[in-house]
């Protein structure tokens, strides 16, 4: 099995003049399910190289097992600072795609065509594609075959207006995930802040924060199984 990991390349947190990138546990997590069950995983980001570390999701606090392992793994370490360019990859040469979050998403892939016409094939061809946390964002500009938002009247999820305001950056960010996914007819859900929290729709899967981001990597094993 191949999977594609998508990262983002963007690293201004607004006009805070605070960083951001994506999140250190939303990328390890998912790296090693994936890599554990004997998949070949290549990573890719719009601008190719090292993708941009969110630095809180760096800060003691936020470490995990997962983080650690990768803290001691010089192998997956060099696969991160040399990602592939996103407009370089065919999705026809993978099974699945996976978009890890953090806050670079809302910017970037969001807004990228490269990234949105990568997803349309994905679902084209049938395979199922999954994102946690902020990077259901790249779902905004996303179509079905029939033209209408490829969420609309499906179940999704994503970061929540509750922990948006929890990290205090509902005012910094270009859109929130909970109110554009009503917006454009999905039919958002969401758990407890900061609980795991993982809906599956077909081939979508979604996972609202960091800590459902090896559940939404162990759904779409199994969606590939």
């Known amino acids: 099995m191949k999977v594609l990991m998508v990262l983002t390349s963007h690293d201004q947190l607004g006009d ?6 994506f999140w250190l546990e939303e990328f390890a997590a998912p790296y090693y399910a994936f890599k554990d069950a004997g998949a070949e995983v290549v990573l890719a980001s719009p601008a190719g190289g090292q993708p941009p570390l969110d630095p809180k999701s760096d800060e003691p606090d936020a470490q995990t097992e997962q983080t650690e392992r990768f803290g001691k ?30 806050h670079g998403p809302l910017w970037d892939l969001a807004e990228s065509p490269v990234s949105i016409a990568l997803i349309e094939a994905f679902e084209r061809a049938g395979k199922p594609i999954g994102f946690v946390c902020h990077a259901p964002g790249a779902l905004r500009h996303v179509k079905a075959v029939n033209g209408e938002p490829l969420i609309k009247g ?72």
């Open 154 to 225: 499906r179940r999704v999820t994503g970061f929540s207006n509750s922990e948006e305001a929890a990290v205090q950056l509902t005012e910094v960010v270009p859109f929130l995930i909970e109110d554009e996914f009503k917006k454009l007819g999905g039919q958002y859900e969401k758990g407890a802040d900061w609980q795991s929290f993982v809906l599956v729709d077909g081939l979508l899967v979604t996972g609202q924060n960091p800590g459902s981001s090896s559940e939404v990597a162990k759904a779409l094993l199994t969606l590939c199984a």
């Open 16 to 21: 805070t003049g605070r960083k951001t990138g």
């Open 73 to 102: 793994d010089s192998a997956a370490q060099q696969a991160l600072a040399t990602t592939v360019k996103l407009d370089s990859v065919n999705a026809a040469d993978f099974d699945t795609v996976f978009y890890p979050g953090g």
